[in-house]
């Protein structure tokens, strides 16, 4: 179920990026080319998985359209109750299963880079790269317990490829969140992002 959820996020993206092309103007331009500061209010939905687990995010902040970098404030959160297990500290033999739900605060902040550039009607539309952080404190519920048996602050980096439109940005890229549990941290993040009194002037 993954690997079609991938594909289909893949083949979404590229038909996207080959409709707002086609009959265009495309050049390459600077990665570290800046302009004049261009604050914006954004919102954001992101969903980051991998064959085990699934989280979605929602969160506002600033989006910086002349600098390429945002910081918004987010909230991501596990859908449903997901099974863990936990082994007993005094007997190795002996496990606890409990059904947990996953709450993520955080601050992420990002910086792109886009080497591609390309004009359809008055729209500049440009993709590229982009490295982002999320600064958070992640808390788990336990149903049936009183206290959470997993909390913690962490950092979890990311890198991927990022696609900016008129007033919308799609990114897709890897993300490494180490819950602190057996399961990998190695995770799929996609990210739609929309801007608010955006008027880039190019």
Not at 113 to 125: H, M, Q, R, V
Not at 157 to 165: D, I, K, L
Not at 185 to 191: E, K, L, Q, V
Request: overall charge neutral; cysteine-free; hydrophobic content about 35%.
């Amino acid at each position: 179920m993954t690997n079609r959820l991938l594909y289909t996020l893949f083949a979404l993206i590229f038909l996207m990026s080959v409709s707002f092309s086609s009959k265009a103007q495309m050049y390459t331009r600077n990665p570290f080319q800046v302009s004049y500061f261009q604050p914006h209010f954004g919102i954001n939905a992101e969903t980051y998985f991998n064959g085990s687990d699934i989280l979605f995010s929602f969160g506002l902040g600033l989006e910086e359209t002349g600098y390429d970098f945002s910081a918004s404030f987010n909230i991501g959160f596990r859908p449903y109750l997901k099974k863990v297990r936990f082994q007993d500290e005094q007997n190795e033999n002996l496990y606890y299963q409990y059904r947990e739900r996953i709450t993520l605060f955080s601050i992420d902040l990002e910086k792109r880079f886009y080497f591609l550039e390309y004009s359809k009607g008055d729209n500049i539309n440009r993709v590229g790269a982009y490295a982002k952080g999320k600064f958070g404190y992640l808390y788990a519920n336990y149903r049936g317990l009183s206290e959470s048996l997993n909390q913690r602050f962490l950092i979890a980096p990311g890198a991927g490829a990022s696609w900016e439109f008129k007033n919308a940005r799609l990114s897709l890229g890897y993300l490494f969140l180490d819950d602190g549990s057996e399961r990998s941290s190695n995770m799929i993040d996609f990210t739609i992002s929309l801007f608010f009194n955006k008027n880039r002037e190019e």
